[in-house]
């Protein structure tokens, strides 16, 4: 990764520079102060350091994730526009297009394939394994929400029929949201059962 | 079709020279036969099948635009 030469009053107000322009803290890239910078009304002279950063840099991650999606969909004849929302943790790409369904699949799967696919590309490529999200039209977020409204919505129901309740099997990312969308709530609690494809929620009556 | 399953192997194989992809017409669809460094056969199952699973189903998306099926081998 390319080192970057900075130049400011102090090397105090430098490192601030550096973490400003870079977006990351300075525990994560390496400093040498290349001129400490002299205090004086009449002669000050300025601090000069040189950062090189140890982690990959949200644009460099970004670019490498839009080029691996592109050529992938390039290579499975699917067009799409892909969109990269700007500092989003993890970072996320939306594929946009009609007809993308086939691209979703069953139960979102073969978008986590593909999800998998480009964080394993990315990862090789950068030295990193990094938080990447891939959402197709939106179809994630929609997700996320009608989740979270089902998932209070049986909490309702288990707490006013005092019986646990079953949730479809979902994969893993699915049953994350519910665990975490009852997470505090003052009734139920929640735990997950079954293997593999089959695993599931089940929501319970937390026991007073 | 063998060209999804290249840049993808040959992007996360240590010896991307060592891969060899072919492919085979059969009246079951086509079958394509990977082979890569016996270092880097790890690599492309994955964990539980993983990784050759997401390849499998990648393909699959492009085997239903073509209207075909297809099988991937790892020799």
Redesign the interface.
């Known amino acids: 990764m390319e080192e970057l030469e900075i130049t400011a009053k102090t090397v105090e107000q430098a490192t601030e520079e550096a973490e400003k322009r870079l977006g990351i803290g300075r525990d994560q890239f390496e400093t040498v102060v290349v001129k400490e910078g002299k205090s004086g009304i009449f002669r000050g002279e300025g601090a000069l350091i040189r950062v090189k950063p140890l982690v990959p840099l949200e644009k460099d991650i970004v670019r490498v994730a839009m080029e691996?999606l592109e050529?992938?969909l390039g290579?499975?004849?699917?067009t799409g526009a892909i969109k990269a929302s700007s500092g989003e943790i993890p970072i996320a790409l939306d594929i946009e297009g009609d007809d993308l369904g086939?691209?979703i699949?069953r139960r979102g799967?073969?978008l986590a394939?593909?999800q998998?696919?480009v964080r394993?590309?990315v990862a090789?490529?950068l030295e990193a394994w990094l938080p990447l999200s891939i959402d197709i039209c939106g179809y994630k977020k929609h997700r996320r929400d009608s989740l979270q409204k089902l998932a209070l919505r049986l909490a309702e129901q288990v707490k006013l029929r005092r019986r646990a309740m079953t949730l479809e099997p979902m994969p893993p990312d699915e049953r994350r949201i519910i665990h975490l969308a009852l997470a505090n709530h003052p009734d139920v609690v929640t735990h997950s059962v079954g293997e593999g494809e089959d695993r599931k929620v089940v929501i319970l009556l937390k026991r007073g | 079709m063998k060209?999804?399953v290249e840049?993808?192997v040959k992007?996360?194989v240590a010896e991307p020279d060592k891969v060899n992809i072919t492919e085979e017409n059969s009246d079951m669809g086509l079958l394509i036969k990977l082979e890569v460094a016996p270092e880097d056969k790890g690599r492309v199952i994955g964990r539980q099948g993983?990784?050759a699973?997401?390849?499998r189903?990648?393909l699959?998306?492009?085997a239903?635009?073509?209207d075909t099926r297809v099988r991937l081998e790892i020799l």
Do not use: D, P
């Open positions: 691996v050529n992938l290579l499975m004849e699917v086939i691209l699949g799967q073969t394939c593909l998998y696919i394993l590309i090789g490529r | 060209e999804l840049y993808i992007s996360i993983r990784v699973e997401a390849i189903t990648l699959r998306v492009k239903a635009r073509a």
